[in-house]
């Protein structure tokens, strides 16, 4: 069964680093192009970065370019997000997604979230 577990979040202040870590299992994660998404209150969940396996791709959203770094450890079939220059609008749950080719067809998974609040 895939599944994905995402810790590292939490309470920061502006201008503070946070690094966020996804964590797979059931699936070949080293074939998986792994994201981080993250959704606010009232707000439609946006893709923050992505980054593939093996060719190691990485897309960052405009808000994201600059401030946050995506990596991955295929040997500990881990996925990170560096945080710095936090702002207060990068409050949101931090969710990991994997998309993974399926029997019939490529296939969406999500981890359960991780709170990150930044405020003073």
């Known amino acids: 069964q895939v599944h994905l577990v995402e810790s590292g979040g939490g309470l920061v202040q502006p201008g503070g680093s946070l690094t966020l870590s996804c964590t797979g299992s059931?699936?070949?994660?080293?074939?998986?192009?792994m994201s981080w998404y993250r959704q606010a209150p009232g707000k439609e969940r946006e893709l923050v970065a992505s980054?593939?396996?093996?060719?190691?791709?990485?897309y960052y959203s405009d808000s994201a370019k600059g401030r946050f770094t995506i990596s991955r450890d295929n040997a500990k079939n881990t996925v990170y997000l560096q945080m710095n220059s936090l702002k207060p609008e990068d409050t949101a749950v931090y969710y990991c997604?994997?998309?993974?080719?399926?029997?019939?067809?490529?296939?969406?998974?999500w981890g359960q979230g991780t709170q990150v609040t930044v405020s003073s």
């Open positions: 997604k994997a998309v993974l080719k399926g029997e019939s067809g490529y296939e969406d998974y």
């Open positions: 059931g699936f070949t994660f080293i074939t998986s192009t």
């Open positions: 980054i593939t396996s093996p060719g190691f791709n990485i």
